[in-house]
Each structure stands twice: as C-alpha cells, then as structure tokens.
C-alpha cells in the first residue's frame, strides 16, 4: 500500500514531458509523451467536461508530438472537424513543447462507449482531419483527410500513412477522475522508418497489442521511457535521443488582437463602441479578455 502511494504521490509531480528514442537498429521512432498538467490546464480554461476532455486532450496531445517531430516549423494547426456535438476542434503549436487549442462545445459528456471509453468518436462525427504546417514559406503545406473512426489517434495514424507515407502507431489518451479532473494523459506515436523490415512492423503490432492500454500504463506509474523500452528488441536498443517539456500556453497579446479589430470597416467598430463604450475581445484559446477604448482606434 505504502509503495503503492508513493508512486502515485511521485506522478503528481512529474513535469508534463516527451521522450524521443529510436529502436530496431534506428529504423524505428518512438514518441512518448506524458500530457496529463496540459490537459488539466485546457479543462480549468475551458470547462470542458469528460467526453470534451478526452477529445481536445488527444488533439493537443498528438499535436505536441507532431510538433516535435519537425522542429523547423513556424506554426503546425491541428484541425478536427466534425459533424458532432463538439463542432471543431482545433491545436495550434507555435513553438515545440508548447500548445494551446479549443472546441467548439466544451460542455460535451456521452455515455460511454461499449468498450467501457470516451465515446470521442460519437461526439466528434464524421468529417475531415486538417494538418496545416507553417514553414514559413508562401503557402503553408496542407493535409486534409477523411476523419476515420474520430478516436484522434486513428485518424493521425491515417493522416501520416495517407499524406505523409509514414506508416505509423498512434495512442492518445486521458483518464478522468470523477470529479471531472484529468488524472492521467499521453501519448505513443511508433514511425516505421524508410527502408525497414516488414518483419520490424510485424513484431512492432504484436507488441502494441500485447499491451495494456498507455494510460492504464502511466497510471501505474511507468515512465514515458518505460513505454518507449517496450517497444525495442530489448531495452538497450532503445536509445532516447531527446527529451522535451510540454506545457499549455497562449501567446495572446493585446496588440495581436488590436491588429485585426483595425482591419474591421470604421463603422463596425463606431456602432459597437456606441453601443457597449468599448470593445471587447475575448480569446479562445486561453479565455483572456482584453477591452479596447475609443482612442485606441483613431486613424
Ligand atoms: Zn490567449
């Protein structure tokens, strides 16, 4: 018992964090991730409750990794667009580790599914999966697909297969406490690397299903470098080559808002100031507020 407590004790204090390692020889990548203070921070900001919870917490989740995963990008959105009571679901990684995101209905919570999970399928619907990334060129790269079955992970491991020809293993999740609190949250993104053995993806599924589930995982206590030892030939062929901390952030500003709010005709902005004595914006990502004056928008 004593033990027992005292790993759960020791978890709460663990930073929110990504392993990166390569196994088989250096034809296999394996992205560990430890989410569960980001996805707390994204329930307190926007009252999400449980299914909500799970949905945007594997987003922003698959989104962290995503980001880590190419270094050199301005900006990576991860966007989910269903026909279901959440509406949108949307990341935005401006930076690696960092994340913020939003959706559209927060206040979503389904019975649960028949496997006993988070109907995050049933809550999102059918739709389209966008991955936008940011590399500072003219256009951003662009990749739209079908939503598959609307668990996020799936539906990631379709995108890279289909626009990214990596074939990969993705596994996003989040317990609740319940109280609504997020008690555990992460992720496993396995890459098979150009050029390897069939046999590798073989022994790497074989080895996915075997598992009990990531969350059950780091509920219990195991490290996000545990995870990724599970998946070599044996430990000592895991080798970590990064680690990250992974935080929820928003870069909002007041004059990243006052930008666009100059761009609305004169009148737009007259007609509400007439009406309220301000404008006020509000942020979706982090809920900040922030009231502009008359002056502010002389010209
Ligand atoms: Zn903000």
């Known amino acids: 018992m004593t033990g027992n407590k005292l790993i759960s004790e020791a978890k709460q204090d663990v930073q929110d964090h990504l392993v990166i390692a390569t196994a088989y020889s250096g034809t296999v990548r394996i992205y560990a991730a430890l989410t569960t203070k980001v996805v707390e921070m994204a329930r307190l900001i926007h009252n999400t409750w449980p299914t909500a919870t799970a949905a945007l917490g594997r987003v922003l989740t698959g989104t962290l990794i995503m980001r880590a995963m190419d270094d050199q990008l301005n900006r990576l959105t991860v966007e989910f667009s269903g026909d279901g009571l959440l509406g949108r679901i949307l990341a935005v990684s401006n930076q690696t580790g960092i994340v913020k995101g939003t959706v559209d209905n927060p206040q979503v919570d389904l019975d649960l599914n028949k496997a006993g999970k988070f109907d995050v399928s049933g809550a999102l619907g059918k739709g389209y999966l966008a991955v936008i990334k940011d590399l500072g060129l003219k256009e951003p790269y662009q990749g739209i697909v079908p939503i598959q079955n609307g668990e996020i992970g799936e539906d990631l491991a379709y995108y890279f297969s289909k626009s990214e020809q990596t074939p990969s293993a993705v596994a996003l999740g989040v317990l609740v406490k319940p109280d609504g609190a997020v008690k555990v949250a992460g992720g496993l993104i396995i890459q098979v690397m150009p050029g390897a053995d069939e046999m590798v993806i073989r022994d790497l599924e074989a080895k996915l299903t075997g598992l009990p589930p990531l969350t059950q995982l780091l509920d219990d206590g195991v490290s996000t470098i545990g995870v990724a030892q599970c998946f070599g030939n044996s430990p000592e062929d895991v080798k970590v080559l990064a680690e990250k901390e992974l935080a929820y952030q928003c870069d909002c500003s007041r004059e990243r808002f006052?930008?666009?709010?100059?761009?609305?005709?004169?009148?737009?902005?007259?007609?509400?100031?007439?009406?309220?004595?301000?404008?006020?914006?509000?942020?979706?990502?982090c809920n900040k507020l922030y009231h502009y004056q008359e002056s502010e928008f002389e010209r």
């Open 258 to 285: 006052r930008g666009p709010l100059l761009s609305l005709a004169p009148g737009e902005i007259d007609e509400i100031i007439q009406e309220r004595g301000e404008v006020e914006v509000r942020c979706h990502f």
